[in-house]
């Protein structure tokens, strides 16, 4: 019996469509029966269950692209927004059974492929199963998909008279993956131009002539994979593959109406052969590079005939039909190393033996028996040793495994006399390991997994548990020497010196060509003494991707060598360094491919070593700095025209000692700034024009107040400014024309005032996000305030309405909404009853009991709203 593995992975999406009493029930065919109510309980429950809404719309049309596109235009009523999703699906699915109405199906098709608006249609699968007698205009249909770029494209037609493929329709550009099947017919008069294709997959369809196979496959310049499925094709002679960039080819046949295929691919790697049984029915001028061949219900005829053109394939497998005269068999497999034979047929150890003296360099063979098809063995002629040993059994094999060896054994004890009678054997080899199970596959499953995946596996673990699997085989030895990304730490505890030398012996040792990644993690005593820059170098030595410096001590921090910032035609493209880190840089550096940089609470020399540092990093798109004590710089400048991406995080006041910070990124995207609570530092932007999102949190209203004017360019903005807030010092003809998206805290009561400020200089604001307090206080909310001496003051309603809330908001969302503060209350009645073009009104809050509920849904419930068509969620 056969066991194999099956890894299944589940994804669990938990997806609740909420509906209103105003859509149609009845979508797709699919009845949704709602009950609703005028209970505040139920209608609050039903509210709550739209949570996929909440997805963002790349993950939704990643859902929508694994259901049939029928079932995905269904949820175009949900919305506008499902609307705009269904006309930007990547991946259509189309079927059409014979219960359908084929001419409304074939309007819908066209209808929505017209109405698709992605930039490009990825990939297109029709399938249309028709009676005789049925019209259908399916080139229209691929017309269309055509004028989209489609890329990928799968046909599959079962009629009474088969479908011509247009011939226009060959020249395409865009074209990477053709999948035609069943009734279409191939008619190519002349060569085509299919330059973009890559991938091609004939099943069972049908060809007028000779030359149109090779009108077709002479204009697939850049093919690399084919697969071809026949069965019946009486007009077909000779099936010639003549492709100089083919690599993969799967041909399977089971006709006998033709007579030869003929294969000419000097750069094919990988070959599948499948149910050629007639004799002349194959033929192989040129493949070179085949490294890896499948010969699968082949006749030994067939064989013979082709195996002269396999002596370059690594690993082979063989499944020959009987009868088993091989005669011809003289060619020499100098780089086979793996070999697998199914040994169902009669005298299949002549094969065995053949192969075995034509491979000298064999180190695995792999026998296959199918139990259900072994006969009595009296029949034919038995086992005859051979007289000379393979050179491969004395010097290379060195896995052996034999699936269903002796048939389907059952019987434990049947098993145990089995395993004596292999142990009694006197073995040649004193370190082979004998496994007798139900399949080997049960055992060491991890060994079946190829070098790329363990290698992926290995870097996701510590490194010392990494090597340790160097002693389970020489494989396991090799793939500790590749693994990309080493990661190594030491506690503090005993073996200083060992854990440094090896460390030193593993970097020393590393074979990859290029190491991905180093992170060293050091907690050292005050006594401890180990050479950081030798282990360092070596890293750059090996070529070294990303680097990750952690130091934690009570001594003296260590000074990153001063060499190592000159990696000018080095390969360094990420450097994270923490803690006790003295970045001490004397001159300008050279770290030319360097694109990430994190400096996590290191030291610095002083304010030239940060100026020399970033000068030096002329590709820097990502850059970290958390600071904390660093009393010997007063300025931080950060110039650097490539930045895409900045993080600044300060002290807290305590250990504030930063003075003035000098922001110039003229390329700057992303902005995240985080404790600048110290009135007397100074944050200074000089240029920052392509600001597209910030991130303005704990920062003090003074130094806010100051860059306030840098941020009018951003789409998205994020602010938590201190409180006490003094809006005096805020400039007001500073306008965020760009705006669309803003989240603001205002768990302080002045906050209402930044609120309305922003409003006001966000003319198309689209999605307001407000954040309150998010927990529960014994004192009365903003009682702390108080305490602190801040004054309280309430909300007052401005004079004029923003012109974002009566034109342009569409999504309000409040976070920890509380409700028995007067003053949100009026905010919250305030914005529903002038947002004209509110859609979705979410308010949450976890720390509330279903009474509170109830109640806060009906205070707001009992406004006025402006618009009709809301909904209101209440969490």
């Not at 690993?315 to 005669?327: F, G, N, Q, V």
């Not at 030895?477 to 090896?502: A, E, I, Q, W």
């Not at 110290?678 to 240029?687: K, R, Y």
């Not at 954040?771 to 305490?787: A, D, L, M, Q, T």
């Amino acid at each position: 019996m056969k066991y194999g593995i099956i890894i299944i992975l589940t994804v669990s999406v938990s997806v609740s469509v909420s509906v209103s009493a105003f859509e149609n029930p009845n979508v797709g065919g699919i009845t949704l029966n709602f009950s609703l109510p005028m209970d505040l309980k139920r209608r609050s429950f039903l509210r709550n269950r739209d949570r996929i809404s909440e997805l963002s719309d790349a993950l939704l049309l990643q859902i929508l692209s694994f259901v049939p596109t029928k079932d995905a235009v269904a949820t175009s009523v949900l919305s506008k927004r499902w609307r705009y999703l269904c006309k930007m699906m990547p991946r259509l699915r189309f079927w059409y059974e014979r219960t359908d109405d084929l001419e409304r199906f074939s309007d819908n098709v066209c209808r929505f492929l017209l109405s698709h608006q992605a930039p490009v249609l990825q990939s297109l699968h029709l399938e249309v199963n028709s009676e005789r007698g049925s019209t259908m205009d399916i080139g229209v249909l691929l017309g269309v998909a055509f004028g989209l770029h489609v890329r990928e494209l799968e046909l599959q037609v079962y009629s009474w008279e088969p479908y011509r493929f247009p011939t226009s329709l060959y020249n395409c550009r865009t074209l990477e993956t053709l999948k035609l099947g069943s009734r279409v017919l191939l008619d190519v008069p002349f060569p085509v131009c299919l330059k973009a294709l890559r991938t091609l997959s004939l099943f069972d369809v049908s060809y007028k002539d000779d030359g149109s196979v090779v009108n077709l496959l002479s204009g697939c310049s850049v093919l690399e994979n084919l697969e071809v499925m026949m069965f019946s094709h009486p007009h077909l002679g000779t099936f010639t593959i003549h492709v100089p960039s083919l690599q993969n080819l799967t041909l399977i046949s089971d006709s006998e109406d033709f007579s030869v295929f003929v294969i000419n691919a000097p750069h094919l790697k990988h070959l599948n052969l499948k149910g050629l049984i007639d004799e002349d029915s194959c033929l192989i001028e040129n493949t070179p590079e085949v490294v890896e061949a499948h010969i699968t219900d082949v006749s030994s005829v067939v064989y013979e005939n082709i195996h002269g053109s396999l002596t370059s394939v690594k690993r082979l497998s063989l499944k020959i039909a009987s009868p088993l005269k091989l005669t011809k068999f003289n060619r020499i497999f100098n780089q086979l190393v793996c070999l697998e034979i199914h040994t169902y047929e009669p005298e299949w150890w002549n094969l065995l033996m053949l192969m075995l003296h034509s491979s000298p360099n064999l180190q695995v063979l792999k026998l296959i028996s199918e139990w259900f098809r072994i006969l009595d063995r009296l029949t034919y002629n038995r086992w005859s040793q051979p007289k000379y040993v393979a050179e491969c059994l004395v010097n290379r094999l060195e896995t052996l495994v034999w699936e269903n060896y002796e048939g389907d054994i059952e019987d434990d004890r049947e098993r145990l006399e089995r395993l004596k009678e292999l142990e009694s054997v006197v073995k040649a080899s004193n370190s082979c390991q004998l496994v007798f199970t139900h399949t080997l596959s049960n055992g060491d499953r991890i060994s079946e997994l190829p070098d790329a995946l363990l290698l992926q596996i290995l870097s996701l673990i510590p490194t010392k548990d990494a090597v340790a699997t160097s002693v389970l085989s020489k494989r396991w030895r090799f793939l500790c020497k590749m693994t990309p990304n080493l990661r190594f730490c030491y506690h503090g505890t005993k073996g200083l010196v060992r854990f440094s030398d090896n460390v030193c012996r593993c970097l020393l040792s590393h074979q990859a060509p290029v190491l991905q990644s180093l992170h060293l993690k050091m907690i050292l005593k005050n006594d401890s003494t180990i050479d950081v820059g030798v282990l360092l170098g070596i890293a750059f030595g090996r070529h070294v991707r990303e680097l990750e410096l952690e130091v934690y001590s009570s001594d003296e921090p260590y000074s990153f060598p001063t060499s190592l910032y000159n990696c000018g035609t080095g390969t360094l493209e990420t450097l994270k360094l923490g803690h006790n880190v003295l970045v001490d840089v004397p001159f300008p550096v050279c770290l030319k491919a360097l694109r990430t940089l994190r400096l996590n609470a290191v030291s610095y020399n002083d304010a030239g070593s940060v100026v020399n540092l970033l000068s030096g990093c002329s590709s820097l798109e990502n850059l970290e700095v958390m600071m904390y004590l660093h009393p010997d710089v007063e300025n931080f400048t950060i110039d650097v025209p490539s930045l895409q991406c900045l993080t600044l995080v300060a002290a807290d006041e305590e250990y504030a000692y930063f003075s003035s910070y000098v922001i110039n990124a003229p390329s700057l995207k992303y902005l995240n700034l985080k404790g600048l609570i110290d009135e007397e530092s100074s944050l200074l932007i000089e240029n920052m024009p392509e600001l597209v999102e910030a991130h303005i949190t704990d920062v003090c209203d003074v130094i806010y107040a100051n860059i306030h004017g840098s941020l009018t360019s951003v789409k998205r903005l994020s602010l938590d400014i201190l409180s006490p807030l003094d809006l005096t010092k805020f400039p007001t003809d500073i306008i965020f024309k760009q705006l669309v998206y803003l989240e603001l805290h205002i768990y302080a009561p002045e906050r209402w005032n930044l609120l309305i400020l922003m409003l006001h200089s966000s003319p198309n604001l689209q999605v307001l996000k407000l954040i309150g307090v998010s927990i529960i206080y014994e004192v009365p909310p903003f009682e702390w305030f108080r305490k602190r001496d801040h004054p309280h003051k309430k909300w007052s309603q401005p004079k004029y309405v923003p012109e974002c809330l009566v034109n342009r908001i569409e999504t309000l969302v409040w976070n920890h909404y509380n409700g028995e503060v007067e003053d949100e209350r009026k905010v919250a009645q305030y914005i529903l009853r002038n947002a004209s073009r509110l859609e979705t009104a979410t308010f949450s809050r976890l720390d509330i009991h279903l009474e509170k509920r109830l109640e806060r849904l009906k205070e707001l419930e009992s406004v006025v709203w402006a618009s009709n068509s809301c909904k209101l969620v209440f969490k």
